[in-house]
């Protein structure tokens, strides 16, 4: 094997050789490093990986970005390079660089003749739609996420099916058995929202897709690095020019590290939403409807067809059962509504007919025959269309199931917020039925033709 000299050149400051430490923890699999701007997370974790990678041959290495443009530019291109450089002098012009790939090969392979055959390799990929199967086709000793608040949910867990490779190290234990280096996945970020997954992951120990306790939550740890911890490697005005003139919510992310309770803009609060969580039977709810917010237009870029199922108890208090909201044709939407009114035993259907009425009612007949539908019209925009809801939220007076509803309760985090993108399509649905069944309407004449089927009316 080439020979590779592995004292490192490079001095981490106090801060970040307490949460490298982490990483030598053979029972910590998941680990996140959070806090401010400048604060030298990417550098340090790319310190961390070449370490990994120096003693196993033939390890890989996966560092991932939203996109790989933005992780050729960041990271491959420069920290990456530096770091290398900065750790042992010399080697970079050993390694084998392959522009095209996006990759970096170490020379440590059994070959001396060929050190790159079985070297350690670093591949630096984006998470961009139409990537995922270039990455099927590996297996990874370890996964790093760059600014991972970018990232969904869905990514991660699709990464960790990658992390997979175990190898053993060019050294041994007191018994001249070999160490094995251990699967680890990274991430990096400013920390966001309460709402976000990571918090939700990393402190919370909860699964973001469906709010269960985490499996072996000890594997899933934290720590914190901020600027004024790195204050030899950045400007000295950095942090009083720069991240002083910040807002005070700005500060909290980009300066302290810390998440924000809740988007301050926002109408709804997952802290609310939190607090009054309560499963109940259908059976114990005195009324039940079906909403839905249909899509405008029928094409790959349309927006999703909200649905929402939500009941009323006969004390008044309201509790929403299902999200159904999907991207669907408009024959699929009414099915998939009228296959919720049966499976919930609900009243009514609830329909906005802002884009014609009597396509949507066609729709929804066609998929069952007598549903009983009231169509309604937004006349007002929708943040004052769901001022009332958001209200019922605030008093307690709206629950959600334990097993969170989580791309709605997203979508509600977000909803009347700077910022916000795209079309609201499962709150409107949510708004649209918890009006009807809290009669903020104050009992509106109904618009369009109902037909009630008595076998389904609750009394």
Known sequence: ??????????????????????????????ILYRGGSRSGKSYLLSYILLMRAIN???????????TAASCRQTLFDLTFRQVIHDTFPGLLSQCLISEAEATITLPNGPDPRNPYEGGAIFLFLGLDDGRRDKILGNEFATVWINECTEVDYDHV????????????????????????????????????LKTDWEYKAFIQHTNPKDNTK????????????????????IDADYIDDTLGNLSVREKRRFLAGEWSDVNENALFRQDDIDKHRRDIHIDELQRIVVAVDPAVTNHAKS????????????????YVLHDGTDKLQPEKWAERVASLFSTYRADLVIAENNQGGDL????????????????????????????????????????????????????????????????????????????????????????????????????
């Open 1 to 30: 094997m080439a020979t590779i000299k592995i004292e490192s050149q490079i001095s981490l400051t106090s801060s970040q050789k307490q949460a490298a430490l982490l990483a030598s923890n053979p029972s910590h699999r998941f």
């Open 56 to 66: 196993t041959p033939g390890s890989r290495h996966g560092i991932f970005r939203k």
């Open 157 to 192: 867990s699709f990464l960790m099916t990658r992390l997979n490779q175990k190898l053993p190290q060019n050294r041994t234990d007191e018994l001249g058995a070999p160490i094995f280096l251990k699967p680890k996945m990274f991430f990096d970020c400013n920390p966001n």
């Open 214 to 233: 985490l499996n072996k939550p000890w594997q899933w740890v934290e720590a914190k690095l901020n600027p004024e911890d790195n204050l030899a490697n």
């Open 303 to 318: 927006d999703m067809t909200g649905i929402a199922v939500v009941g009323r108890c006969s004390r008044g208090e309201i």
């Open 360 to 459: 949507v009612q066609s729709n929804l007949r066609s998929a069952y025959g007598f549903l009983p539908v009231k169509l309604v019209r937004a006349f007002r925009g929708k943040d004052l269309r769901a001022e009332p809801v958001a209200h019922l939220y605030a008093q307690g007076k709206v629950h959600h199931p334990t097993k969170a509803l989580v791309e709605l309760e997203e979508q509600m985090g977000m909803f009347g917020a700077a910022g916000f993108k795209g079309s609201p399509d499962r709150v409107d649905a949510l708004v649209y039925a918890i009006t009807e069944l809290a009669d903020l309407n104050g009992n509106a004449p109904k618009v369009g033709a109902v037909v009630i089927s008595a076998g389904n009316r609750r009394h």
